[in-house]
Nanobody, 117 residues
């Protein structure tokens, strides 16, 4: 069982930056991978960044070069640094974790990111 709590969302102007945090309730050494997804009101949930236990990362072309996923193992926390934000980045952002010991998927409650002038 893993509880995930996201924070850091909010309203930002185009070109601005936000840093999202996801705090996990257990040692993230047991989680592989962790990721951030987002979902806009009329769209399916999509991957925006993932990070493996080894630290390898993956990004879709839509965010590559603008978003960076990272983790702090002692704090059991994963971050998403979002720079050069665009209106199309507006969505609810969800933290995701795969607990490999039980092959189960877990999701945070989501945090709203709104990019608007």
């Amino acid at each position: 069982q893993v509880q995930l709590v996201e924070s850091g969302g909010g309203l930002v102007q185009p070109g601005g930056s936000l840093r999202l945090s996801c705090a996990a309730s257990r040692d993230i050494f047991t989680i592989d991978p962790m990721a951030w997804y987002r979902q806009a009101p009329g769209k399916q949930r999509e991957l925006v960044a993932s990070i493996s236990r080894r630290g390898s990362t993956n990004y879709p072309e839509s965010v590559k070069g603008r978003f960076t996923i990272s983790k702090d193992n002692p704090k059991n926390t994963v971050y998403l640094q979002m720079n050069s934000l665009k209106p199309e980045d507006t969505a609810v952002y969800y933290c995701y974790a795969h607990l490999w010991a039980t092959s189960r998927d877990y999701w945070g409650q989501g945090t709203q990111v709104t990019v608007s002038p």
